[in-house]
C-alpha cells in the first residue's frame, strides 16, 4: 500500500482595493403594465446620461437584475372577510457601475445623483480591478504553506516526500470587497460635505481586504 501525506495549507492576502463598485437600484409602480416598462426604460436612460456627461460610456452601467411583478394589498370587507386588491406594477431595476477608486470622481459622482430627478438608491463598494490576479497570489500562498507544513512533518517523522498524487482547493467564490459605510453613514457622509465645484468633497480610505483560502495536497512519502 502507497505511503502519502496529507496537508491542508492555508493562504492569506490583504490587499488595498483601487475600485469603486456602485449598486443603484431604481423601482416605481404604475398601473398599466406598459407604464411600467417605459418609466423605467427612460428613468434607466436618464441615469445612463449623468454618467455620460461625466465622461462614462453610456454601456459602462450594466443591469444586476431587472423584474417587473403584479402587487397585492390585503384589506378586510364590511364581512370583515379578508381579500386581496390589486394596487399596480412594480418595477425594480439593479444595476452596477465600477471605476477607479478615487474621492474625487466619487464626490462628482455623488453629487450628480444627489442633484438629478432620479434619486436611486445605491451602495457603495470597493473592490480590486484585477480579482483572477489576486486568487491566483492567494492559491499560491496556500501551496507555499502547505509544502512547508509537509516539509516539516515528513522531516519530524523521518521519512522523504515523493510526487504529488493531488491537489483540491475549496472552488469557493471570492469576493474582494470591502464596505467602509452603511447606508445611514452614506447619506450622513453627502448631506454633512461641502460642495466644491459640483462635486461632494469626500474623504474616504477603505480598509484593505483581507481574504483567506485553502489548499490540500497529498504526496508520496517514502
Not at 66 to 79: G, L, M, P, T
Not at 86 to 95: A, L, S
Not at 115 to 132: C, K, L, N, Q
Not at 137 to 143: D, I, T, W, Y
Request: with cysteine; net charge negative; aromatic share 10%.
Amino acid at each position: 500500500m502507497e505511503r502519502t501525506i496529507r496537508v491542508t495549507g492555508k493562504g492569506n492576502l490583504s490587499v488595498k482595493p483601487d475600485t469603486i463598485r456602485l449598486i443603484m437600484t431604481m423601482e416605481g409602480m404604475k398601473e398599466e403594465y406598459d407604464a411600467a416598462l417605459a418609466e423605467s426604460a427612460n428613468m434607466t436612460e436618464y441615469l445612463k446620461q449623468i454618467f455620460s456627461e461625466l465622461g462614462f460610456e453610456k454601456e459602462a452601467v450594466k443591469t444586476l437584475g431587472f423584474n417587473v411583478s403584479a402587487k397585492y394589498e390585503s384589506y378586510q370587507a364590511k364581512d370583515k372577510s379578508w381579500k386581496r386588491r390589486f394596487e399596480g406594477y412594480k418595477y425594480v431595476h439593479r444595476m452596477i457601475i465600477e471605476f477607479p477608486a478615487d474621492n474625487k470622481q466619487l464626490g462628482k459622482v455623488l453629487y450628480k445623483l444627489g442633484h438629478s430627478t432620479v434619486r436611486p438608491e445605491f451602495r457603495i463598494e470597493y473592490t480590486v480591478a484585477e480579482p483572477e490576479k489576486c486568487k491566483n497570489e492567494l492559491l499560491a500562498n496556500a501551496v507555499t504553506d502547505a509544502k512547508a507544513k509537509a516539509d516539516v512533518l515528513s522531516k519530524a517523522a523521518g521519512v522523504s516526500m515523493g510526487e504529488i498524487i493531488t491537489i483540491d482547493y475549496s472552488w469557493a467564490e471570492i469576493d474582494f470587497v470591502s464596505r467602509p459605510m452603511d447606508n445611514m453613514m452614506l447619506e450622513e457622509c453627502c448631506m454633512r460635505s461641502c460642495e466644491t465645484d459640483e462635486a461632494y468633497d469626500i474623504d474616504i480610505n477603505p480598509d484593505d481586504i483581507d481574504v483567506t483560502d485553502n489548499v490540500t495536497i497529498v504526496w508520496v512519502i517514502n
